[in-house]
C-alpha cells in the first residue's frame, strides 16, 4: 500500500552526474587544474624498514625550477594520522616502516624539474631488520616497529564455553585459510589540488571518501583553525575505502601552506600501487561444531591480521572480522579472538568489507564441510541455522527486525535446484568439471560499536528552490541521487526540483565517511530528519495560509494542497516569501547516529543498529588440465532493507560480484614484486559471468524508507560461493585466496581430476 | 628536455587542426595537455587499462601508448566528438538511460570502445559486446550494466537505421 504511494523512492532514476562524466567534461581533479600550479611529488623510501639518519635537500634545491622540498621538520603541527589510531607521520621522521613511505615533498615548476629534485634528494638511511608476517612479528625477537610493540589490538568475542561444548557435538571442522594482500583498483589515480584565496584560506580539492576528516588532519598537521583550510571533494573515480586514509591532500595542504602557490599532485598507477592502503591479509584458523541435524553449536576462530607499517583502519578489520566470523547464523558458545599486527609490509587499511570478505571465506567454507560432514545439503544446514527476527548474534544482540537472511536463502532454492539437476547434463568436454557452490553473509551497517553520526542540512529559498547540503561523498556508488529521493518523497516534489550540494567542508554539514556501508542508512535518514522538519514547517504555514486544518494537507509538486478541495493550495514559494519575510528559519538540519552499544572486554555489546544479508549461488566450470575456472553463473539475492533505486542497488551488487570473483580467483598484491596493472589483474568484461540480481526487501523500521545498505555485502558472499563450487566440482577444497590457476591445477591433481579421462559426468 | 617541437596536423572531433608538440609526448598527452580535452583519462598509462581509449580513423586504441606524432595526419574521435551540444549521442544516451555509469572515469572509453564495434558490427550478441569492451577495465559495475547498455545502443542505431 505505502510502496504503491510512493513518488521517488524506489524509481531507478537517472544518476545525477553522469552526463557530465558521458560528455568527458573536466570533472576529475586531474582534469582541471589552477594558473601557474606548481607541480608536486613525493619522495619515498626504497627500505622496508630503516633509520633516517639525515636528509639532504640543499643540492635539490639549487635545480632551476624547484620551488621547495618539504620534509618532516616543516611540518609545524602534529606530524600523525589516523582516523582510529594515530601512528602515521605524513612525511617520515627518523625512521621509515615499509617501502613507498613518503620521505620529502618536491615543488616545482615543471615535471623535469620535480623529477630531478627527486634524484638530488639525499637520504642517508640506516637498514633495520624488516618483518614481513603477521605471525614472525608476534615473536620475542621480532624487529620493533612502534615503540608500543607489534601487536596494535586484539578483539575477543567470548560467550558460553565453545571447547567443551566441541565434545557435544556430531562434527567438529577445524581448518586455516589464508588471504592475500589485495590492492583496490580505483579506476582514478589519486589526485589533489589546491590555492590559496585572497584571504589566506588553503582551498584544497581531492578526490576523497571523507572531506571532513581530511579537513580535520590537514588543520592538525597545519595547526590551523577550521576556518583557515576548505577540503573540496572533486569528482572521485571510485574508492573502496583507500581513500579514507589522507592519500595526498595533506601533500597538498603542506605545500599551500608554505609557497601560498597554486599546485596540483597526480599519482601515478604505479605511485598508487605503493603509496596507498592495501586490504588486509587474514589468516584464520577455525574451528566450527555442530549436532547431527546441522544446528551449529560452537566456534572457535583465532584471526591474525597483517596491518603493515601503520594502523589506518585496522583496528576496525580485527573488530568487524571478529564480529561477523559466524556469518549469518546463531551459534550459542563462540570463542573468537581477531589479533591485527604490524610488519614492514605496505600498510593495510580499509576494504570493502574490513575483513568481513575474508571470514566469509572461512566460515562459508567450514559450513560446506560441515554439510558433507552430516550429509546434509549445503542449502539447508544454511537455513537451519539462519539468524531470524528475535534472534541472538554472537555479540549477545538481539535482533528484532528486519533479519533477511532466511528470505535471501529462499530465494536461491529454486536456482539452485536447476543448477543441481543441470549440473551433469550441461557438461560437454572430457576435461571439464561443474560445480555449485553457495555463500551466505551477513553485514553490520556503519561504524563497530562506535558513535558515526551524519548530519545534514536542507534549505528553502524565496524562489522555492530546495537545496540539500550533505557532506557525504558520492564516490561513484550514487549517493547524491538517492538523498534528492529522499527528500523529494518527504516533500512532494520531484527530484528534479531538489538541489544537492555535497561533500564541501565550507558548506556542508559533516556526513562523517563513505564507508562500512553506512550512507544511505545513517546520511538518509539525516537528509530525512531535516526534509521532515521542513515539510512540517510548510504544513504549519499553509495550514494559517489557507486557514485550513494542517492534518488535511499534504504537499505535492511544490504546493500545500488540501486534500479534499485540491483547488485551494499554496506554492512552496509563496510559503517561502512568507518564512522569509518573517525571518522564520528557512534551513532545517537533520542528525542522525545510529543507536549502537560499545563492545565489552568479551566481545558483548549491540555493535551495529541494523544488519545487511545476502545469499549468493555460483556455478562454475573447471578446465582440469590448465586449471582455469570459468564461472558461468551468479545469482545474488541481497536484503537491503529497501530499494531506494533498483537500478544503482543492482549496480552495487554486480559490481561487488566482479570485485568478489578477483579476490575469488585472481587477485594478489606481493609486497615489493606488484608494480602496476601490467602485474595485478582485475575481472574484464569477460571473466563476469552472468549475474541475475534479487533484491530482497525486509523493511529496516530505523532506515530511511525502511532502507539500509549494500555497498559490501555485494562483495562478500562471492569469493566464497565461487570456492565451494569449486571443491563441488573437483572434491578439492582450496584454503588460500586467491585460488589462482597454479591453486586450481594442484586441486585438479590432488583429486586425480587431471588425468585425462573419458566425459565421467555423463 | 627537447626544444625542437614537431608540427602535427590532425583532424579532432571534426575539426581540423594543427598543433606543435614536443616529439616525445603521447597521444594522450597531446589530447589532454595541449588540446585540452580532458574527457579521455589516463588510469595506468601503460595500455592495460583502456581509460584513454579514442578512435584513429575509427579503429579504437590507447592513446596512453601510442605517441603524439602519430597523429599526424589521421582523423581522431574522442568522447566529446560523440556528442552533438545537448543532444548525447546513441552510446551516451543508452549508457545514461541504463545505468551503466557509477564513478564514470571508465566511460569515455567504454563509449569509444562501443562506437567502434557499432561501426563494425551494428548487430553484436552479448560476446561480441564483451568482447569488444574486454579493453575497458571498470572496477565499480561488474559490466552487467554496461553490456546492457552497448545491447541498447546496437538496437538504437539499427533502429535509427532502419528508419532512414
Not at chain 1, 616545482?108 to 637520504?123: D, G, L, P, T, Y
Not at chain 1, 576496525?316 to 558458545?333: K, N, Q
Amino acid at each position: 500500500m505505502k510502496e504503491a504511494m510512493t513518488t521517488s523512492i524506489g524509481k531507478s532514476i537517472k544518476k545525477i552526474d553522469a552526463v557530465e562524466k558521458l560528455t568527458g567534461k573536466p570533472v576529475f581533479c586531474a582534469d582541471f587544474g589552477f594558473e601557474n600550479s606548481l607541480v608536486l611529488k613525493v619522495l619515498r623510501s626504497p627500505y622496508a624498514h630503516a633509520l633516517i639518519n639525515s636528509i639532504d635537500t640543499e643540492m635539490a634545491l639549487k635545480i632551476s625550477g624547484v620551488k621547495g622540498v618539504l620534509t618532516a621538520v616543516d611540518i609545524p603541527g602534529k606530524n600523525v594520522l589516523g582516523i582510529i589510531n594515530k601512528d602515521q607521520p605524513l612525511l617520515a621522521e627518523n625512521k621509515v616502516r615499509c617501502i613507498g613511505e613518503p620521505v620529502a615533498l618536491i615543488a616545482a615548476e615543471n615535471e623535469e624539474a620535480a623529477e630531478k629534485a627527486m634524484a638530488a634528494i639525499s637520504v642517508s638511511y640506516e637498514e633495520l631488520p624488516a618483518v614481513f608476517s603477521a605471525e614472525e612479528s608476534l615473536k620475542e625477537n621480532a624487529p620493533v616497529i612502534h615503540e608500543k610493540g607489534n601487536l596494535l589490538a586484539k578483539k575477543t568475542i567470548a560467550r558460553g564455553n565453545a571447547d567443551q561444548e566441541f565434545q557435544n557435538c556430531a562434527a567438529v571442522i577445524e581448518n586455516t585459510y589464508t588471504t592475500s594482500h589485495i590492492e583496490h583498483v580505483y579506476l582514478e589515480p589519486d589526485a589533489g589540488a589546491g590555492y590559496v584565496n585572497d584571504d589566506g584560506l588553503l582551498v584544497v580539492y581531492a578526490s576523497t571518501q571523507n572531506p571532513h576528516y581530511d579537513l580535520k588532519e590537514i588543520i592538525s598537521l597545519l595547526e590551523l583553525d577550521e576556518q583557515q583550510v576548505r577540503v573540496i571533494q572533486t569528482a572521485t573515480g571510485g574508492g573502496f575505502g583507500s581513500r579514507l586514509d589522507l592519500n595526498l591532500a595533506g601533500f597538498v595542504a603542506l605545500a599551500l601552506y608554505h609557497l601560498k602557490q597554486s599546485v596540483r599532485l597526480i599519482y601515478s598507477r604505479e605511485e598508487v600501487f605503493l603509496a596507498t592502503a592495501k586490504r588486509h591479509p587474514l589468516k584464520i584458523t577455525m574451528k566450527t561444531g555442530a549436532d547431527k541435524t546441522g544446528k551449529l553449536l560452537a566456534i572457535k576462530a583465532r584471526i591474525l591480521c597483517d596491518t603493515g607499517a601503520y594502523g589506518s583502519y585496522g583496528i576496525a578489520v580485527a573488530a568487524r572480522s571478529a564480529v561477523h566470523s559466524a556469518g549469518p547464523y546463531s551459534v550459542e558458545h563462540v570463542d573468537v579472538e581477531s589479533s591485527c599486527v604490524y610488519t614492514n609490509n605496505p600498510f593495510s587499511g580499509a576494504m570493502r568489507g574490513f575483513g568481513a570478505p575474508q571470514v566469509a571465506f572461512a566460515y562459508e567454507s567450514q559450513m560446506d564441510l560441515l554439510a558433507d560432514a552430516l550429509k546434509i545439503d549445503p542449502l539447508e544446514i544454511r537455513q537451519v541455522n539462519a539468524l531470524q527476527n528475535g534472534s541472538v548474534t554472537i555479540t549477545g544482540q538481539k535482533l528484532e527486525e528486519s533479519v533477511g537472511i532466511g528470505n535471501c536463502i529462499e530465494a536461491i532454492r529454486s536456482h539452485y535446484k536447476d543448477a543441481c539437476q543441470n549440473q551433469f547434463i550441461k557438461n560437454t568436454r572430457p576435461y571439464q568439471k561443474r560445480g555449485i557452490g553457495i555463500g551466505c553473509m551477513l553485514y553490520g551497517i556503519g561504524n563497530t560499536g562506535t558513535k558515526n553520526p551524519a548530519s545534514a542540512r536542507i534549505e528553502i529559498d524565496q524562489e522555492g528552490t530546495i537545496t540539500v547540503f550533505t557532506g557525504c561523498a558520492d564516490i561513484g556508488q550514487g549517493s547524491t541521487t538517492i538523498f534528492t529521493q529522499i527528500a523529494a518523497e518527504v516533500l512532494g516534489v520531484t527530484t528534479d526540483h531538489i538541489k544537492i550540494c555535497t561533500a564541501d567542508t565550507k558548506f556542508t554539514p559533516n556526513a562523517g565517511a563513505t564507508s562500512a556501508s553506512r550512507q544511505t542508512y545513517i546520511s538518509g535518514n539525516a537528509i530525512k530528519q531535516a526534509a521532515d522538519k521542513m515539510a512540517d514547517t510548510l504544513l504549519d504555514q499553509a495550514a494559517s495560509h489557507l486557514n485550513a486544518d494542517k492534518a488535511n494537507l499534504i504537499l505535492t509538486n511544490e504546493y500545500a494542497v488540501i486534500t479534499n478541495n485540491p483547488d485551494k493550495k499554496v506554492s512552496f514559494s509563496d510559503l517561502a516569501v512568507s518564512l522569509h519575510k518573517k525571518e522564520d528559519d528557512t534551513c532545517w538540519h537533520g542528525f542522525f547516529d545510529p543507536q549502537t552499544t560499545p563492545l565489552d572486554e568479551n566481545g558483548q555489546g549491540a555493535p551495529y543498529a541494523t544488519y545487511a544479508f545476502a545469499c549468493q549461488l555460483a556455478i562454475v566450470s573447471v578446465d582440469t588440465l590448465t586449471g582455469e575456472v570459468n564461472v558461468e553463473k551468479i545469482v545474488a539475492a541481497h536484503d537491503v532493507g529497501k530499494a531506494i533505486h533498483p537500478e544503482q542497488v543492482k549496480g552495487q551488487i554486480c559490481g561487488g560480484i566482479a570485485m568478489g570473483l578477483g579476490f575469488a580467483l585472481m587477485e594478489e598484491f606481493e609486497p615489493g614484486k606488484t608494480i602496476s596493472m601490467k602485474d595485478y589483474h582485475i575481472p574484464t568484461s569477460i571473466d563476469i559471468p552472468d549475474i541475475e540480481p534479487i533484491i530482497i526487501e525486509s523493511n529496516e523500521p530505523s532506515g530511511p524508507f525502511g532502507a539500509k545498505g549494500v555497498g559490501e555485502p555485494a562483495l562478500i558472499p562471492t569469493s566464497p560461493a565461487i570456492l565451494n563450487a569449486l571443491n563441488n566440482a573437483l572434491g578439492e577444497r582450496i584454503y588460500s585466496l586467491p585460488a589462482n590457476l597454479e591453486r586450481v591445477l594442484e586441486a585438479c591433481i590432488k583429486s586425480g581430476n587431471f588425468e585425462p579421462k573419458e566425459n565421467d559426468n555423463e | 628536455m627537447y626544444n625542437n617541437q614537431i608540427k602535427i596536423s590532425l583532424k579532432i572531433n571534426g575539426q581540423e587542426n594543427t598543433v606543435h608538440a614536443p616529439p616525445d609526448i603521447s597521444a594522450l598527452a597531446l589530447i589532454r595537455d595541449i588540446l585540452k580535452l580532458k574527457g579521455s583519462k589516463e588510469g595506468c598509462g601503460i595500455g592495460e587499462c583502456g581509460a584513454c581509449t579514442i578512435l584513429v580513423d575509427g579503429k579504437s586504441v590507447n592513446a596512453c601508448i601510442m605517441l603524439a606524432a602519430q597523429l599526424d595526419g589521421r582523423e581522431v574521435l574522442t568522447v566529446e566528438g560523440l556528442n552533438n551540444g545537448e543532444k548525447l549521442s546513441i552510446e551516451q544516451n543508452a549508457f545514461l538511460e541504463n545505468h551503466a555509469v557509477q564513478c564514470g572515469f571508465c566511460s569515455s572509453g567504454l563509449l569509444m570502445s562501443t562506437h567502434a564495434l557499432l561501426s563494425e558490427n551494428p548487430n553484436p550478441d552479448q560476446n561480441d559486446i564483451r568482447k569488444a569492451i574486454s579493453g575497458n577495465l571498470c572496477r565499480c559495475t561488474g559490466y552487467h550494466h554496461i553490456v546492457k547498455a552497448v545491447g541498447e545502443a546496437a538496437k538504437q542505431s539499427a533502429g535509427d537505421e532502419n528508419n532512414e
